[in-house]
């Protein structure tokens, strides 16, 4: 639910005029551990827990991602898992110095949705996606740039990303819309469309 609930609200910010997303912790030390390990204890055998349980993760991500403004994610401390699928499906992603990541699912035994690989390949890479998930090794934000997982590091994310929101601000709708489903294409493999022409 709390998925839902994540792009329920982003989705009506947009609709109140947001003009820019950011996505970050309201807890100190921490953007998020990952998903509820005691909610993916208690699906083994149930399909259709497992069904809805990943149909509302990728659901949300899909409709945050598709948001029609900049969506930043702001990462203080550590971002694990499926913490990590929340943050590549936003635009942009600024790291604290302390952030850390990890994406463990070969540790404890689980698969990781085929559209967050899909997006972790488009940012880091096939060699880079393969180290992080199948070793579940923890990186720094200095790494975590280095390899393209995020755009930039900063003292504290939380400042430097209210800069970055106020200059997407400042942009045209119209162009963040078309050019966000430009960059998508592009990532897809895209390299030409005439609805890209015709937007151009």
């Not at 948001?67 to 635009?91: K, M, N, Q, R």
């Not at 899909?118 to 996606?129: E, K, S, Y």
Request: charged share 20%.
């Amino acid at each position: 639910a709390d998925w839902a609930d994540l792009a329920d609200i982003a989705e009506r910010a947009v609709a109140e005029g947001a003009r820019t997303v950011i996505i970050r912790s309201a807890v100190t030390g921490i953007f998020s551990a990952g998903a509820d390990l005691v909610e993916l204890e208690a699906l083994p055998g149930d399909a259709v827990g497992q069904r809805r349980m990943r149909t509302a993760m990728c659901g949300a991500l899909d409709r945050l991602s598709r948001l029609p403004v900049a969506t930043i994610a702001a990462i203080d401390g550590g971002c694990f898992g499926a913490g990590v699928a929340l943050v590549i499906a936003c635009d942009l992603r600024i790291g604290g110095h302390m952030a850390q990541f990890a994406i463990p699912p070969a540790r404890l035994g689980i698969g990781y949705p085929q559209e967050d690989i899909a997006r972790l390949v488009a940012l880091v890479g096939p060699g880079q996606a393969a180290r992080l998930m199948l070793t579940g090794e923890r990186i720094g934000a200095d790494e975590a740039h280095r390899i393209g997982l995020i755009e930039a590091v900063a003292h504290s994310a939380h400042g430097a990303v209210n800069n970055l929101a106020a200059l997407c601000s400042e942009s045209s709708p119209a162009s963040v819309v078309m050019l966000k489903r430009a960059i998508a294409a592009a990532a897809a493999g895209e390299r030409s469309g005439a609805v890209f022409d015709e937007a151009f």
